[in-house]
C-alpha cells in the first residue's frame, strides 16, 4: 500500500495512458464547457472556478474565447501547471482538462456518472 506521500507525489506527475486519454475524450464529447476565459484571461475568482469544477467534476471542458491559438495553449498550459491537471484535448476553442479528486462525489463526477 501506497503512503501518502508517494500518491500525492503521484498525482502531481500524472500519466495518463493512451487508452486513458481516449476514454476521457469519448466522456468529454457530451459534456459542456464549465468555465468560460474571455478575453481578460485567467483571473483570480476563474481560477477558484477551475479548481472547484476540477473537485467536483474531475473531467472538464473550458471554453477559451481568444482568436489565436497560441494564446490558447498558453491560458490552458497555465491552467494544467497551477491546478495540477493533466491537458486531454483541445478543439477550437474548447480544451478537456482532467485531475482526479480526492473526495469522489458519485452525484457529481462526470467520469462517475458515465461508469455507473
Known sequence: MLSFKWKKLIQIFMLISNQQKKHFKAIGH?????????????TDNLGHEIDRALNDHELIKIKINTPK?????????QICQQHNAEFIQSIGYISL??????????KL????????
Request: no cysteine; glycine share 2%; proline share 8%.
Open 69 to 77: 491559438r497560441e494564446v490558447r495553449k498558453e491560458i490552458t498550459s
Open 109 to 116: 463526477s462526470n467520469l462517475s456518472q458515465v461508469s455507473a
Open 30 to 42: 457530451n459534456l459542456r464547457p464549465v468555465v468560460t476565459i474571455s478575453y481578460k484571461g485567467l
Open 97 to 106: 482538462v482532467y485531475r482526479p479528486s480526492k473526495t469522489t462525489n458519485p
